[in-house]
């Protein structure tokens, strides 16, 4: 069984992504080390912010790149893993869409700063930042900018240029699916592979990625939600 792999994201980094492959380069690395600056000045500034303390314990676990855990919607125990250390790959095109839909600037840590930034500006706080932090990639010139949502496919991923996101290897893993699948009926499968996620060890070359446009109606999550998906 070969699997295709799904990465959600926005129109942001499409060009980027088309001239250099998936993975070339990641956004959420780039900015973390601004996010723990403005986590700091949240943590001074906003601490009796209601806006701030919406996103707070996930503004946490992102500056300290470790996992929440939670109960699901079916009463399941479940872990979030805030780690951006490389590009994570979904067997689930409903997971990367959700997660596109939600992450609306196509980056995790690149749409935390920006509302940490400007809940900060907001209450009239200045927020300095080392220019050795901003680096190269400045947040800063996409606030507001005009994005959509987008669904990147790449196929012909070897299991060994894969990780999954415990930092284990994932032929293992992917070998386990390859045998059980095919015993699950259809709402199994697509239950299970919601939680199949994978880093990526080696960039994806534009050859092997097909791109899709996202156009959705509800909210992430919940039954409402639906998607398509137009090919760009």
């Known amino acids: 069984m070969v699997f295709e792999y799904f990465h959600g994201t926005s129109t942001i980094f499409l060009d980027s992504i088309r001239q250099h492959g998936l993975g070339a380069f990641n956004p959420s690395q780039a900015n973390l080390c601004v996010l723990r600056v403005l986590h700091d000045y949240a943590e001074r500034h906003l601490i009796n912010c209601q806006e701030y303390q919406n996103v707070r314990i996930t503004t946490q676990a992102m500056v300290n790149q470790t996992s929440i855990q939670f109960i699901d919607l079916n009463g399941y125990k479940n872990v979030l893993h805030f780690r951006h250390d490389g590009i994570y790959m979904a067997l689930s095109r409903e997971k990367a869409a959700m997660y596109a839909v939600r992450n609306t600037y196509g980056s995790e840590i690149l749409g935390r700063c920006i509302i940490l930034f400007e809940l900060l500006t907001a209450n009239g706080v200045n927020a300095t930042l080392p220019e050795e932090a901003i680096g190269q990639f400045d947040f800063r010139a996409f606030v507001g900018v005009k994005r959509k949502p987008i669904m990147i496919q790449a196929i012909g991923i070897e299991d060994v240029k894969l990780e999954k996101e415990d930092g284990k290897t994932a032929k293992e893993a992917l070998d386990f699916l390859r045998r059980e699948l095919p015993n699950f009926n259809a709402r199994e499968r697509f239950e299970f592979i919601q939680y199949c996620n994978f880093k990526l060890l ?25 998607f398509t998906l137009n090919r760009i």
């Open 202 to 226: 080696s960039p994806v070359p534009p050859k092997k990625l097909n791109y899709y446009e996202i156009e959705f109606e509800g909210e992430p999550g919940k039954p409402n939600f639906e």
